[in-house]
């Protein structure tokens, strides 16, 4: 209950209210004005709200941030379009674009080719973090703890015999990842699926998307390996030319 108070507190305010007393949110929620304080003071520290004047609160800036990421999230496809068409065209092969949410990941859009196949990574689906070049092109870049705490939960699953299951060796093959510049998956999560994915990244370091392309093995492996990471290597240039 003390959570849904909370979020009935920042509820309240709107384009017509975007300033509130303890009295006025009291009355609102029909709430005592001291278990409202309560609610407000941790809102306050965590900086979801701001008091502008003694007893007066309004939003505070992290929501800006919250709201840049939401956007960002739903602008990714459209600034995408084009050159996963393009990709797509050079290659081939369905090209897939994957963002990163807590311990999964979530494929944004996907490009199909001429010759589509059952992949997990379609449009809307939320898919494993820990297996398939486009998860491991984001995972690669969240931190040894993110991927300590994936095998931790237990939330990795045996998906072919592929799948790495191991945590040391899922970091050992992230490194390589990262030196490499681009990920690889044979079968990791569907059988006889290859892939490559390549990171996008907002600002230096800073990770937003993945972008990749896959394609089934008896003809991925008769494509040539440079053509293709150059290709997906391209079409990330132009994505984050425009972020």
Do not use: W
Not at 28 to 43: A, G, K
Not at 56 to 61: A, D
Not at 147 to 170: A, P, S
């Amino acid at each position: 209950m003390s959570a849904i108070k909370t979020l009935e507190i920042l509820e309240q305010f709107d384009f017509e209210t975007r300033t509130l007393s303890v009295p006025e949110l009291a009355s609102m929620l029909q709430q005592p004005q001291s278990s409202v304080y309560r609610h407000l003071r941790l809102l306050k520290e965590k900086g979801y709200l701001i008091e502008n004047s003694p007893g007066l609160y309004s939003l505070g800036y992290i929501f800006l941030k919250l709201a840049k990421i939401v956007k960002m999230d739903m602008d990714l496809p459209s600034l995408s379009q084009k050159a996963m068409k393009e990709l797509t065209r050079i290659t081939g092969e369905t090209s897939i674009l994957l963002v990163h949410s807590q311990f999964q990941a979530v494929c944004l859009a996907a490009v199909p080719s001429g010759h589509p196949i059952k992949v997990s990574s379609e449009q809307g689906n939320i898919v494993p973090i820990y297996g398939g070049a486009s998860s491991k092109a984001l995972l690669a870049y969240l931190g040894e703890e993110t991927v300590k705490e994936i095998y931790k939960k237990d939330i990795v699953k045996k998906h072919t015999e592929h799948t790495i299951l191991d945590v040391n060796e899922m970091l050992d093959h992230l490194k390589e990842v990262r030196q490499n510049g681009y990920a690889y998956s044979d079968s990791e999560i569907d059988d006889g699926v290859v892939s490559y994915g390549i990171p996008i990244f907002e600002s230096p370091g800073k990770i937003v998307a993945s972008l990749s392309i896959a394609g089934p093995k008896e003809r991925m492996l008769k494509k040539d390996k440079s053509e293709i990471i150059q290709a997906i290597e391209t079409a990330k240039k132009m994505i984050e030319s425009q972020l």
